[in-house]
């Protein structure tokens, strides 16, 4: 491969699409005669519907129908049949208008269906319904006590706890330093900008195009296929922008489900969006509550590391992420018990949201490495280094790389981390308290199957294809940067085409595993081509390329270069007028090898450093500045990298200082449920960021060397502000978010 | 949304008129609290009255030497008027500190005055609420209070009013003018709210009816001495947990007149110019001064939980407030 492209800063393809407004999301697809939907959500939390009346919903004029339990088609009764890719293995995927329960405040009860958005939306209102209330628990501090709690098991694709190693108990009991905290994280919602919305368009032969917002198309086509009883000839879904997902739209949301059942039932196209409330209604990052206890020499060097962690999740789904795993991985230490629960509460399913687990679990055991830090009065950096893990800790693997001791020293150069004073409270202007912290992030790189297309028109045009999506992260312009590095093209000759089930099978949009896998399938695609296109060149006439192998040969510029001598070439041009005339078609699947990963393991790492003011009265926080310092591998689009990495600092911030559903305990719901009251930062709250990518090659992550970035930027930023808060004003906030109430 | 009569005011004994005649009617000027509670079936208007087109867009010089404020001026006209600015700049302050850039270009002073609570249960026609629906319970009281009321609360209602501009306005002894069916009548801005009683689901004074024509300020602006501190959530785009409009007039070291007001407390601007005539006026402007006048201030603040907070964050920010006004102008 060449680097004219890779690791540049390269604006994304699909950007003038964005800004004119030519790229339509879900909402935007119309189709004639389209019905509008609007969802009536549940008031109570648990219990049971007694009556639903829609007798004066159906009176408004452009009414078209009120689903409830008591109207709805046969649906399957059995609840496996709405599994999805990405539920958990334990429990009963919810299954709106089925019954007459409520699991949840907020579930889907109804849906009000009429030829205008606004006619539908006045129904809506108009539905009445009597419950009968049963007694619901939605408060983790009691639930703890007196829910079962459930030990963990198995998730596809999310591992349980390793076993114990050594003897914790003995080694903390014997620690000259000993720690003990908890931590406590609360419900967050992903809240993309985009609200959930799904168009099914009811084509003339009765099959169905769907858009919906989805980071996949193939998982949304599974369940309505499943569930609806239609073939996947018959269910064609398509989403090709996505406005931000963040894990929400991993799982398919009722939207999906409501619109298609009212297009088959009435025969007719039907649009469905959430409102912004609603969406307070869907997944979120669960509760959690973490017991730490870190026993440690008194030159900090780690002795014992025991980690218990508690997590909400529903009554019906057993839905649980890896939090506790991360306080195991990342020191040396021989004594280390890791523990796991789940928590069930009369709450909707939680779900995957930006570095799930992590974003809570990395928190947890980066402040209480600052605490250690304190109590042992080892500088934070150095303490680190000295428990440093040159191997995975928890499956005791070599790592494929791990370039974190160079984020450490980068980002302390540019950040200035000298300045620092080490003893709380010592630096400040009139009443306000400056400080100084830092912390360290880590997050998965793996790599899944997935299948990519590449078509080469005899113009030399490049289309290149996947079943993938592009919620925000730049996928379109990478997947064209791989390409035209591959095939020696300028971008403005590639079509990149994704999220559309004709489409080769890409997983799950998640897990920042995208690059990864799709990048390294487009990237084989290529080559395939490339290989096609090398034939034709080498059998043109006096080729200079005649007999050479790919790998003596380099793609660039629409050229076909000798490497040992590139005044030797082919252009492509005449090597594709060599062809048949019809496009060179090539498809690839790629997946991990198993061969080059055995014995590795890959993650990407940061160091975060944060500057912060506190005022002294007010315990009022200004995030000055963070400087991440970040160990991604190879980086694709410079541009687009350090735009996801931006993106996570600024959740960061608000998962310190700002983001928190607050729930009326007695009634079980959320009630900040809008943006006015749900906050998260504002450009005011947002300063100077600064973002380091240091050097790391890997050629064991997958073949092309790059590791996902979607998650890494906002993992250990929300530490490294509280341990800059404790530094600012000598506090210690085991609680998130660090609210002003706390400082005070 | 219901369906209602949209009437474009003529003028404005016609508005005042037609809005008297029946019931549930709603002026509408910059419309941007009262759409949303429309849209979250909070309110439900059976007719809006169209205001803008009234010539209510002036801000003009008073033969008093006050200015007066025409009802439909808008938040940013208002806060970027030279004049205001120059005389009266706690209340740029205050305004400037409110909302954002796009609803400041919208919202007008007569339909800050009219801002509804920004209480969590209010805008959920799913719960109770008395503000909403009298009779049905205050969950707020033992629920999310965060940003609710410590002082002048009711076993009903512990809503706050959410306004910056109206703490600035109360301070500066503002005067509302409202004109209506029995005629035109001036009222105090400090008096214009009213505290939730057995009546929550009522804000102002304003009768069946009446039209704020515009806000009068006196001469005196404080224009040397003032402040507006505003603590909150996030440093944008956020409702006061306490804010403090401060305005002082200063000579030798010795206050000669004040005007203090408090926001995010209480369901109106709270203002006691009978604790500023005892314990500010010809006292020393210093911090022993500072702190006997909160204390009389902030006396019987009750929390309900969550906003506890606010008895520590209040008498803090009200010092605050008072220093920097004390000292505005020095280089410290």
Known sequence: MNTHLIGTD??????????????????????????????????????????????????????????????????????????????????????????????????????????????????????????????????????????????????????????????????????????????????????????FTTTVVYNSDETLTIYDKTQSVSNSQLYVTNIFGYSKDEVRVESPFVGGAFGSALRPQHQLFLATLAAKVLKRSVRLTLT?????????????????????????????????????????????????????????????????????????????????????????????????????????????????????????????????????????ELFDWTR??????????????????????????PQMPAAAKASLSPDGTLTVASGTSDIGTGTYTAMAILAGETLGLPLDRIIVKLGDTELPVAPLEGGSWTISSVGTAVTEACKAVSKKVLKLAAGLDNSPLKGASLKEVEFSEERILLRSDR?????????????????????????????????????????????????????????????????GGRIINHE???????GGIVWGIGMAL???????????????????????????????????????????????????????????VAAAIGNAIYNATGVRVRKLPITLDKLI | MNNFQYVRAADLSGAAQFASSRD??????????????????????????????????????????????????????LAYHPVISARYPMLSRAILAGASPQLRNKATTGGNLLQRTRCVYFYDPAVPCNKREPGTGCPAKEGANRILAILGTSVQCIATHPSDMCVAMAALSAIV??????????????????????????????????????????????????????????QSYAFALISVAAGLEIVDGFITHAGVALGGVAHKPWRSAELEQRLLVGKPANRNTWHDFQTALLDGAQGFGENDFKLKLAPVTLVRALEQAAHEGETI
């Open chain 1, 10 to 195: 390269v604006n994304r393809i699909d950007g003038p699409a964005k800004v004119s407004g030519a790229a339509k999301y879900a909402g935007e697809f119309f189709a004639p005669d389209m019905l509008y939907a609007y969802v009536v959500s549940a008031s109570v939390t648990h219990g049971e519907i007694k009556s639903i009346n829609i007798d004066k919903a159906m009176k408004v004029p452009g009414a078209v129908k009120v689903f409830t339990h008591k109207n709805r088609p046969h649906l399957p009764w059995f609840d496996r049949t709405y599994l999805d890719e990405d539920a958990p293995i334990d429990g009963s995927p919810l299954r709106p208008l089925y019954d007459a329960r409520v699991h949840h405040n907020g579930q889907p009860i109804a849906l009000a269906v009429a030829e205008t958005f606004e006619a539908a939306r006045y129904m809506a209102t108009l539905v009445s319904i009597e419950y009968k209330a049963l007694t619901h628990q939605t408060d983790m501090a009691i639930a703890i006590h007196e829910a079962e709690k459930v030990k963990k098991t198995n998730r596809a694709g999310i591992e349980a706890p390793p076993k114990l190693r050594g003897n914790s108990a003995e080694a903390y009991a014997a620690a000259a330093i000993k720690l003990d905290k908890e931590y406590h994280s609360p419900t967050e919602f992903h809240n993309p900008m985009e609200l």
């Open chain 2, 177 to 234: 003018q409202v004109t209506g069916p029995s005629g035109d009548r001036s009222v105090p801005l400090a008096d214009f709210h009213r505290l939730p009683g057995e009546h929550p689901e009522i804000d102002t004074v304003l009768s069946k009816g009446e039209i704020i024509t515009a806000v009068d300020l006196p001469a005196t602006g404080f224009a040397g001495n003032s402040a507006y501190v505003k603590v909150r959530d996030r």
């Open chain 1, 640 to 646: 687009a990298a350090r735009s996801q990495i931006i």
């Open chain 1, 567 to 631: 005044s030797r070439f082919v252009s492509l041009q005449a090597a594709l007028a060599a062809g048949d005339g019809k496009p060179i078609v090539e498809k690839a699947k790629s997946g991990p090898s198993l061969l080059k990963q055995h014995g590795y393991k890959s993650f990407t790492h940061s160091a975060v450093f944060a500057e912060v003011e506190v005022d002294e009265d007010f315990g009022t926080v200004s995030v000055c500045r963070i400087v991440s310092a970040i160990a």
């Open chain 2, 24 to 77: 549930g009617v709603s002026f509408i000027a910059g419309g941007t609290n009262l759409v949303d509670l429309m849209k979250y079936s909070v309110v439900h208007p059976t007719a809006l009255v169209d205001l803008n087109r009234l010539s209510l867009h002036e801000i003009t010089d008073r033969p008093e030497g006050g200015v007066r404020i025409g009802a439909l001026v808008t938040n940013s006209n």
């Open chain 1, 420 to 445: 620092r004073k080490s003893k709380p409270r010592s630096n400040r202007r009139g009443s306000t308290l400056i400080g100084h912290g830092m912390a360290g992030g880590v997050w998965e790189s």
């Open chain 1, 658 to 716: 700002q983001e928190e559903a607050v729930t009326d305990h007695q009634l079980g719901r959320i009630m900040n449920h809008n943006f006015a009251e749900y906050h998260t930062p504002v450009n005011a709250d947002v300063h100077d960021i600064e973002v380091i990518f240091v050097p790391e090659v890997d050629d064991i992550v997958n073949p092309i060397g790059a590791k996902g970035l979607g998650e890494i930027g906002l993992v250990g």
């Open chain 1, 276 to 412: 912004r409330d609603q969406m307070f209604t869907l997944c979120h990052r669960p509760e959690t509550l973490q017991e730490i206890r870190l026993g440690a020499d008194t030159d900090g060097t780690l002795q014992a590391i025991h980690t218990e962690t508690f997590q909400v999740t529903s009554r019906y789904e057993n839905y649980f992420e890896v939090i506790a795993n991360w306080s195991g991985l990342s020191y040396r230490c021989d004594n280390v018990t890791m523990e796991e629960s789940t928590v069930a509460m009369d709450t909707v399913t939680p779900g995957d949201m930006r570095a799930p687990g992590a974003a809570q679990g990395v928190w947890a055991i980066e402040t209480a490495m600052d605490e250690l830090a304190v109590a042992t009065g080892r500088d934070p950096i150095e303490l680190r280094l000295q428990n440093y893990a040159d191997k995975d800790q928890n499956h005791d693997k070599k790592y494929s790389s791990k370039e974190l001791k160079e984020c450490y020293r980068q980002g302390a």
